[in-house]
């Protein structure tokens, strides 16, 4: 079972946090996100991307399981029974589908796009369990969402004849209003 999804900048900052294993209070989460940065950022990128080891909110048998590009760390923290190759691909498909949504992602996109990101995420892990991990069937389902979205939005528009004037007028507030 995945425990924990942690995305941090080269710095230590985080960009998206979600935990699928209850870490209590704030304080507690910002422990164990830095934490995870600690041992990952330590290691070259040369070492290979499994580090097993201990974080006391999940466990003792833990695995960090991360890839590193550009100014991003995408840390998938996971207990013993995950397969080390299968996260990593996961991982893949996550960034390919980042990649997708927001054309050549970047940590600019988490920050001002966070909504759209976790939208993303939910779609591939959920609960902490592997939902989907095709990613044809990941971006139909991101355009779905984004079209309901798009029609959402037409229908919120007032109609022709009922600008913001005639709402005064209805209102009774004449044009002086504002």
């Known amino acids: 079972m995945i425990k924990g999804i942690i995305i941090v900048n080269n710095q230590g900052k985080p960009r998206l946090v979600k935990f699928y294993q209850s870490v209590t209070d704030e304080e507690t989460q910002q422990s164990v996100i830095r934490r995870v940065f600690q041992q990952v950022a330590s290691r070259p990128d040369s070492f290979c991307n499994y580090l097993e080891g201990s974080i006391p909110e999940w466990g003792s048998n833990i695995k960090l399981i991360y890839r590193h590009y550009a100014t991003l760390y995408f840390v998938f923290a996971v207990d013993a029974q995950e397969s ?17 949504c927001f054309e050549n992602v970047c940590e600019l996109d988490l920050i ?7 939208y993303v995420l939910d779609e591939i892990v959920m609960g902490g369990m592997v939902l989907e991990t095709n990613i044809a069937l990941i971006l139909q389902s991101i355009q779905d969402q984004a079209g309901m979205h798009r029609d ?14 005639a709402i005064r007028q209805q209102l009774g507030a004449g044009s002086n209003w504002t």
Do not use: M, N, T, W
């Not at 080390?84 to 997708?100: C, N, P, R, S, Y």
């Not at 001002?112 to 976790?118: E, G, L």
């Open 84 to 100: 080390d190759l299968g996260i990593l691909d996961l991982i893949q498909v996550f960034v390919e589908a980042l990649d997708k």
């Open 112 to 118: 001002f796009h966070s909504d759209r990101v976790h």
């Open 152 to 165: 959402s939005i037409q229908g919120a528009r007032p109609k022709d004849g009922v600008g913001s004037d």
